[in-house]
T-cell receptor, first 110, second 114 residues
Framework: SQQGEEDPQALSIQEGENATMNCSYK?????LQWYRQNSGRGLVHLIL?????REKHSGRLRVTLDTSKKSSSLLITASRAADTASYFC??????????FGGGTRVLVKP | DGGITQSPKYLFRKEGQNVTLSCEQN?????MYWYRQDPGQGLRLIYY???????QKGDIAEGYSVSREKKESFPLTVTSAQKNPTAFYLC?????????????FGEGSWLTVV
């Protein structure tokens, strides 16, 4: 089974609204990463949060990590049509092996 | 420009045929990876290599083979033993083998069985 399961599987919002997606995992992590994928393209790294961190920001992105609940969330504030993409969380295990969840497909309507 | 180059972008395979997907990086990264993505799904790890001349199986290695003869190259062969090879294949690389490194992805290769 895949480590790092995203919820919801799909999300549709209006431009300007915030988008929140969650990621749960089963075993302990060294860090958790969020990636973005436009349709038919490669993945682009967004944010890495380490197991001893609780929150990180990058521009309009905010990631939180709760290791006691084995969960993380990605918030996109003031969404734009260009934010339409799939977003994946990935757990980093020992040996630099990155394991992905199924992703959240986000549609931002203009 | 530095980055990861995958080729070809689109590839068609006949039943029983082996095909090889190319992945080249000029980022001087030690670690390289191959992932498979099925439509609407997440990524699954096929093989990874932490150093030249060494590689390990990922979660779905059956029907695939790799080599790592050069630091910058990590080709993936999809063999005839892979019964359902139609998918999007992504190559990636990272600086080193300890956790905390960002992984960079190529643009992917679409493989279709005809």
């Amino acid at each position: 089974s895949q480590q790092g399961e995203e919820d919801p599987q799909a999300l549709s919002i209006q431009e300007g609204e915030n988008a929140t997606m969650n990621c749960s995992y089963k075993t302990s992590i060294n860090n958790l990463q969020w990636y973005r994928q436009n349709s038919g393209r490669g993945l682009v790294h967004l944010i890495l949060i380490r197991s001893n961190e609780r929150e990180k920001h990058s521009g309009r992105l905010r990631v939180t990590l709760d290791t006691s609940k084995k969960s993380s969330s990605l918030l996109i504030t003031a969404s734009r049509a260009a934010d339409t993409a799939s977003y994946f969380c990935a757990r980093m295990a020992a040996g630099n092996k990155l394991t992905f969840g199924g992703g959240t497909r986000v549609l931002v309507k203009p | 420009d530095g980055g990861i180059t995958q080729s070809p972008k689109y590839l068609f395979r006949k039943e029983g045929q082996n095909v090889t997907l190319s992945c080249e990086q000029n980022l001087n990264h030690d670690a390289m990876y191959w992932y498979r993505q099925d439509p609407g799904q997440g990524l699954r790890l096929i093989y990874y290599s932490q150093i030249v001349n060494d590689f390990q199986k990922g979660d779905i290695a059956e029907g695939y083979s790799v080599s790592r003869e050069k630091k910058e190259s990590f080709p993936l062969t999809v063999t005839s033993a892979q019964k359902n090879p139609t998918a999007f294949y992504l190559c990636a690389s990272s600086i080193g083998t300890f956790s905390g490194n960002t992984i960079y992805f190529g643009e992917g290769s679409w493989l279709t069985v005809v």
